[in-house]
């Protein structure tokens, strides 16, 4: 149990199990619960957070000593148990796992609790559905009478499915504060009249989880209105946190939560960077927080001026991604909203690099697998990507219903409506390629990524190499 405090009501919270095809735990934190358990706590709740992603967790000690588990920057691998596919997938070369802790664990930590007036799932992607769902049966089974609430992106891109199959009492789509706020206070039966009226009132419970890593958001939403992305079903307005809060959560990650490593989910971080992202970073310089961030989301090309790469080399940010998606300028335009062109791209990454930022520290997002998207259009882009002497990261494309990327898809796939719905797995960025009518299949993806992976490592060993003869070249006598 990550964390517990006591009240006369209580509220267990669960980040369900991930099924899928791959998982990497890439600073994956379950944010928008660690809110929900805020709110709560406001409201007078005990809280008790069930991870099971937590890759700390005691029962996983058998697997740490296996090695391997802990990457660079607190990310790694999940532990996986195999499970059965569903039918829609059934013939996809690649097996379904249940990632993190396991089952047993799971059941005895929820059997150590007491029983709980209120249980909150929550869903990190759309097709994370099984996970959710079978940690909201396992629960229902100990505490049958407990309302569950189920939030997250599941429950906002397929509500009926999830109304339908979750075996949730209450469902909330969407990202909107009135509404999850409105959906547990109709639970608990209480009126939150003295709950502040949006998410930038409140501060997420950190304290729950145990890592040495955290996730942030600064902002929410995203101004920009890309064909595939579904930022703007979750929250249909774009709105920014004062600076000094964003300070004032991190100051508390260094010195009080023992984090070492923070990362940005902000869909647009340097919009209106002058009075947003400047002023964080001042506060992080001169508060003197000696942490690692990284922008796992991608940043936008456009707003990245040299002021901007230089504050975030001095306040100590260590990956840095880009958004590129594609070198096709059509694509920029139609499906990208015309939020990066080429030439912002290049300024951004020197912009980058005469800030002091070298070629393993950056990388650019490349779309694959889009509907009609071609290989060899996708080549194109890692190039281009490569030639500015940064690295190449392959974004998987997964459809989102309710984007018009969604519709192409389902009409470029061998999927029906009803079986496309009826099995959200469908929309696994692991699956791609599988049963589309054309272009590359799941075999050729792998293959792609497999080229794409060669091309970083040679970049990376041409620009070690450079640097080596560099400082050799300056020591040596004249
Ligand atoms: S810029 Fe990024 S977050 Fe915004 S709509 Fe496009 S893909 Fe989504």
Not at 101 to 123: N, Q
Not at 252 to 277: I, M, P, S, T
Request: glycine letters at 10%; hydrophobic letters at 40%.
């Amino acid at each position: 149990m990550a964390g517990t405090r006591s009240a006369k009501v209580r509220a267990l919270l669960i980040n369900p199990w991930i099924h899928d095809f791959a998982a990497y735990d890439m600073w994956c934190q379950p944010l928008g619960l660690l809110y929900v358990a805020d709110l709560l706590e406001r409201l007078g709740c005990g809280t008790t957070l069930v991870n099971c992603l937590d890759r700390t967790h005691p029962s996983l000690h058998g697997w740490k000593a296996e090695g391997g588990w802990f990457g660079a920057f607190g990310c790694g691998k999940y532990p996986g148990e195999v499970i059965e596919k569903p039918a829609p997938l059934a013939g996809l070369k690649r097996k379904l796992r249940r990632y993190g802790i396991p089952l047993d664990a799971f059941r005895r930590e929820i059997a150590a609790v007491d029983k709980p007036d209120l249980i909150c799932v929550t869903t990190l992607m759309t097709h994370w559905h099984g996970g959710a769902i079978e940690a909201i049966r396992e629960a229902k089974r100990l505490f049958p009478a407990t309302p569950v609430v189920l939030g997250g992106m599941y429950p906002t891109f397929c509500a009926e499915h999830a109304r339908r199959n979750s075996g949730a009492d209450a469902v909330v789509s969407g990202g909107s504060f009135r509404e999850v706020a409105g959906a547990i206070c109709g639970v608990l039966g209480v009126n939150g009249d003295g709950l502040p009226g949006g998410w930038e009132g409140i501060k997420p419970a950190h304290h729950l989880i145990r890592s040495g890593a955290a996730g942030i958001v600064t902002s929410w939403g995203c101004p920009f209105r890309c064909a595939y992305c579904g930022s703007r079903l979750i929250h249909d307005s774009y709105v920014q946190r004062p600076p000094r809060d964003v300070a004032d959560e991190l100051e508390w990650l260094a010195r009080e939560g023992g984090r070492r490593d923070v990362a940005f989910y902000d869909d647009a971080l340097l919009v209106n960077a002058e009075r947003h992202f400047l002023p964080i970073a001042e506060e992080i310089i001169t508060r003197e927080l000696y942490l690692r961030f990284h922008t796992p989301n991608g940043l936008h090309c456009r707003y990245m001026t040299p002021e901007i790469a230089k504050a975030m080399r001095r306040c100590g940010f260590r990956t840095v991604r880009l958004s590129y998606e594609s070198s096709d300028a059509g694509r920029q335009i139609r499906e990208s909203s015309g939020k990066v062109t080429d030439d912002e791209f290049i300024r951004a990454v020197g912009a980058l690099k005469s800030a002091g930022f070298e070629s393993r520290e950056i990388a650019a997002y490349v779309l694959f697998g889009l509907p009609g998207q071609e290989a060899e259009e996708i080549r194109r882009s890692v190039r281009r990507v490569i030639d500015e002497g940064i690295q190449a990261s392959l974004a998987q494309f997964s459809p989102i219903p309710g984007t018009s990327a969604y519709e192409e898809w389902l009409a470029a796939s061998t999927y029906s409506r009803e079986e496309a719905e009826s099995e959200p797995l469908c929309y696994s960025c692991s699956a791609i390629g599988y049963r589309m009518k054309s272009g590359p299949d799941w075999e050729g993806y792998e293959s792609l990524k497999n080229e794409v992976r060669r091309a970083n490592l040679a970049l990376i060993t041409r620009a070690d190499k450079t640097r080596t003869a560099g400082a050799a070249g300056a020591g040596a006598p004249i």
